[in-house]
């Protein structure tokens, strides 16, 4: 199994920048994809960017595109979230997840969850 370990979570004043981490254990992530979801009371958790691990390709939803960048860093077996120009809609718990989809925005392809993280963003 994978274990997920998710930090930089934090409060930031709207157009501040946050980094979020997650970190793997328990076997090779190589062969994984790495999806960011995210979830505001009362809303449905929201797919936010992946990335497939070997080729680096990227996906992000349409509300985060051009402010929110992922990266890895594959010697640390950890995913970046790195969020610019955050305004108060972003503020929610974000979750890393890690596993094998073919379809990379559905939240019921991904078997391995980190703990989640909150983010808060004031206006």
């Known amino acids: 199994q994978v274990q997920l370990v998710e930090s930089g979570g934090g409060l930031v004043q709207a157009g501040g920048s946050l980094r979020l981490s997650c970190t793997a254990s328990g076997r090779t992530f190589s062969s994984y994809a790495m999806g960011w979801f995210r979830q505001a009371p009362g809303k449905e958790r929201e797919f936010v960017g992946a990335?497939?691990?070997?080729?680096?390709?990227?996906y992000y939803a349409d509300s985060v595109k051009g402010r929110f960048t992922i990266a890895r860093d594959n010697a640390k077996n950890t995913g970046y979230l790195q969020m610019n120009s955050l305004k108060p809609e972003d503020t929610a718990v974000y979750y890393c997840?890690?596993?094998?989809?073919?379809?990379?925005?559905?939240?019921?392809?991904?078997?391995?969850w980190g703990q989640g993280t909150q983010v808060t963003v004031s206006s």
């Open positions: 990335i497939r691990w070997n080729s680096g390709i990227t």
């Open positions: 997840a890690a596993g094998r989809p073919v379809r990379i925005v559905t939240t019921k392809e991904y078997d391995y």
